[in-house]
């Protein structure tokens, strides 16, 4: 069953709560469209977190991210709406959102993202 772009994340049950481990998520497909030029923006995100009592669903983060395609959004605000949106959904105990920006305008850009702060 094919997916589609959503802004909603689903969460599932942390299988082993009580236990601090990492996840890390990533992957090269993050776009959006640059709010001043229109033009298209990718980037590398790298997702890491401490799972409290939840985890993200991957196909579901995956529509998240895929949602932001045609959205006009700065580097530093999508990534840190993507961490308000997966704090306020998952709760953990700790999480980093790092977005690595292709080269625009000859300049590379990398936005980090951490909670708490």
């Not at 069953?1 to 969460?11: D, G, T």
């Not at 990492?22 to 959006?32: F, G």
């Not at 993200?56 to 529509?63: A, T």
Request: proline share 9%; with cysteine; net charge negative.
């Amino acid at each position: 069953m094919p997916i589609e772009p959503s802004k909603e994340l689903v969460v599932l049950d942390n299988p082993r709560p009580g236990r601090d481990y990492e996840i890390r998520c990533e992957t090269p497909e993050l776009t959006c469209l640059c709010p001043v030029t229109g033009q298209p923006d990718f980037a590398t995100i790298v997702i890491t977190y401490v799972p409290d009592h939840q985890i993200v669903e991957l196909k579901s983060l995956k529509s998240y991210l895929w949602s932001f395609r045609n959205d006009g959004v700065h580097h530093e605000a999508i990534t840190n709406l993507i961490l308000d949106d997966l704090v306020s959904a998952l709760a953990p105990s700790s999480m980093t959102v790092v977005t690595e920006w292709l080269v625009r305008g000859g300049i590379s850009t990398t936005v980090t993202a951490r909670h708490p702060t």
